[in-house]
Nanobody, 126 residues
């Protein structure tokens, strides 16, 4: 049974940094693409960043480019999202998600992911 657990959320001031971590178990982690999504109240769940199986291929939403970095450690079954220069508009529940892929590619649509974590709250105050 696949389990995903996010950690690292919290309440910070604008300009601060946070590091989110997603830990996976119950699967062969290295054949899964991973995405970080976020959902603010009343908003849709949007892609923040994504990473392919090997870690070589990554994607960032325009709103976080240059501020967020996604990385993975296949030996530890973890994917991290380093968030810097946080803004109030980054406030949301952040979710990690996994999907099996045949190729080392990023997956952007939430509908293509089949395993989700419970989410971790990030609150950025001005």
């Amino acid at each position: 049974q696949v389990q995903l657990v996010e950690s690292g959320g919290g309440s910070v001031q604008a300009g601060d940094s946070l590091r989110l971590s997603c830990s996976a178990s119950g699967l062969r982690f290295s054949i899964y693409a991973v995405g970080w999504f976020r959902q603010a109240p009343g908003r849709e769940r949007d892609i923040v960043a994504a990473i392919g199986r090997s870690g070589r291929n990554t994607y960032y939403a325009d709103s976080v480019k240059g501020r967020f970095t996604i990385s993975r450690d296949n030996a530890k079954n973890t994917v991290d999202l380093q968030m810097s220069w946080l803004k109030p508009e980054d406030s949301a529940i952040y979710y990690c998600a996994l999907t099996h892929t045949m190729w080392d590619t990023v997956i952007l649509s939430p509908q293509e992911y089949d395993s989700w974590g419970q989410g971790t709250q990030v609150t950025v105050s001005s």
